[in-house]
């Protein structure tokens, strides 16, 4: 079946630094990827919306400067967490939609648990 | 806007009982439905949906009537298992849209 496939499952690092997350669809083109955060026993929060070739959508709240999306390919989308504090440390989900099944459920990746110390 | 509302947890039970999980949704037009399961430390996986309504969704002994009447898409098992251990998220997608809403999340725990 379909996979996304979400780089690194685990981050460590200092406040301050910038971390990048990695979304891909390996068996699939995705014109279209979605970014998620998710707080400690809470749902989903949808952060963007991510599209190929063009500037990503985000969601009221949440900021473009801090978050930086860019879906250069088909295939890849990479989240950027500029300047990283502690209240940045979440779960991060990815999911992507196949451009070729649009009616078909989103893929989700299993994940990036990001700790800022 | 569209939303999910979900019965949150957690929810304890025994081995073999029976789980019922609610979710009611609002929504204009007309939705696609979905549940989601997470494991521990795992991402979402897709359970079952239902994309029309009276349409079930069923997978590994997991059931879901998308009603319309009653604007719900509630989760079922008849027999729950140690390994269905995890938190289920009801979600929709709007018809017209691309994104998906999800509920707050059910933990569910199953003891032997």
């Known amino acids: 079946g379909a996979v996304v496939s979400q780089h690194p499952s685990r981050v460590i690092c200092k406040s301050g630094t910038s971390v990048k997350i990695e979304c891909r669809s390996l068996d699939f083109q995705a014109t279209t990827m979605f970014w998620y955060r998710q707080f400690p026993k809470k749902s989903l929060m949808l952060m963007a919306t991510?599209?190929?070739?063009?500037?990503?959508?985000?969601e009221q709240g949440v900021e473009k400067d801090k978050f930086l999306i860019n879906h250069a390919s088909l295939t890849l989308s990479t989240l950027t967490v500029t300047s990283a504090h502690p209240e940045d440390s979440s779960f991060y989900i990815c999911?992507?939609?196949?451009?070729?099944?649009?009616?078909?459920?989103?893929?989700f990746g299993d994940g990036t648990r990001l700790s800022i110390l | 806007g569209d939303s999910v509302t979900q019965m949150e947890g957690p929810v304890t039970l025994s081995e073999e009982a029976f789980l019922t999980i609610n979710c009611t949704y609002t929504a204009t037009g007309y939705p696609s439905l979905f549940w989601y399961v997470q494991y521990p430390g795992e991402g979402l996986q897709l359970l079952l949906k239902?994309?029309?309504?009276?349409d079930k969704g069923s997978n590994k002994g997991f059931e879901a009537t998308y009603r319309k009447e009653t604007t719900s898409f509630h989760l079922e098992k008849g027999s729950v298992q140690v390994s269905d251990s995890a938190v289920y998220f009801c979600?929709?997608?709007?018809?017209?849209?691309?994104?998906?809403?999800f509920g707050a999340g059910t933990r569910l725990t199953v003891k032997p």
């Open positions: 239902a994309t029309k309504a009276d």
């Open positions: 979600a929709l997608r709007p018809y017209n849209n691309n994104d998906m809403r």
């Open positions: 999911s992507a939609r196949d451009r070729f099944n649009r009616n078909q459920p989103q893929h």
């Open positions: 991510s599209n190929e070739g063009s500037k990503a959508t985000y």
